[in-house]
């Protein structure tokens, strides 16, 4: 079967919002796999219906019908506890704004997801020291976000989302607030971690970001409308 040969496999996806009467119907039956080690695009214009499916594939959101398979598990039926268990495990999230703790340190930011799942504190340690090296930081590792320039932040942020070893690492417009000299060296970084085997999905509206993907999935009033891959 397909699905055991992908990270991410979705089928026939629909999500219905009631709004006082009205029913939107954000994704109208999607389909698409992702292999392990693809650096994937998901582009749309604003209601398109992308920042829905990045909810349901980020396990953030339950889809209203059809399945999602990641790493052959069913998630598409799981109760929030356990969407947050496999969150937390399986997916790490970078976002536009970064969403540091501005009294916590780089490290001290980037250990919290070891936290959550219950790592012993010298663990964290190790390993969050490791990723922070990993993104050119291990000289800022006791510094607050405020005494770091957007980049070192995003970089922090990029390191927060690689600590638990994620099956897939989720960027949502990452170089929306950065200027793009640093936004260059963001994605470079990103191309760095797809040479090391990350899956890398890229939430974007930008095509100039999109084009540094293998495969760009655009979707329009949600369905898809294309799903084009490099040659």
Not at 39 to 58: D, E, Q, R, V
Not at 78 to 90: F, S, T, V
Not at 127 to 134: A, F, N, P, T
Not at 157 to 171: G, K
Request: negative net charge; glycine residues 10%; contains cysteine.
């Amino acid at each position: 079967m397909q699905e055991n040969m992908s990270v991410i496999a979705v089928k026939d996806l629909t999500k219905h919002y009631s709004l006082g009467s009205q029913t939107v119907e954000a994704l109208r039956g999607i389909s698409f796999d992702i292999d392990k080690g693809e650096f994937i695009a998901i582009m749309g214009p604003s209601g398109s219906g992308k920042s829905t499916l990045m909810n349901i594939i980020g396990c953030l959101d339950s889809p209203t019908g059809g399945t999602y398979h990641l790493n052959r598990q069913e998630v598409s039926t799981l109760d929030g506890d356990e969407l947050a268990g496999i969150r937390n495990k399986e997916i790490g999230f970078v976002f536009q704004n970064f969403h540091l703790l501005a009294r916590n340190t780089a490290l001290d930011n980037v250990m919290l997801p070891l936290k959550y799942a219950g790592i012993e504190k010298s663990n964290q340690i190790i390993r969050g020291k490791e990723v922070l090296s990993q993104v050119g930081l291990e000289s800022r590792v006791d510094h607050q976000p405020s005494e770091l320039s957007g980049g070192q932040q995003q970089r922090v942020a990029i390191a927060r989302a690689l600590v638990n070893n994620p099956s897939i690492l989720f960027a949502d417009e990452p170089t929306g607030n950065l200027d793009s000299q640093t936004g260059h060296d963001v994605m470079e970084l990103f191309h760095n971690l797809h040479n090391q085997g990350q899956t890398i999905i890229l939430i974007t509206h930008e095509n100039e970001v999109a084009a540094e993907a293998q495969r760009i999935i655009f979707i329009k009033d949600g369905l898809i409308e294309s799903d084009t891959r490099k040659e």
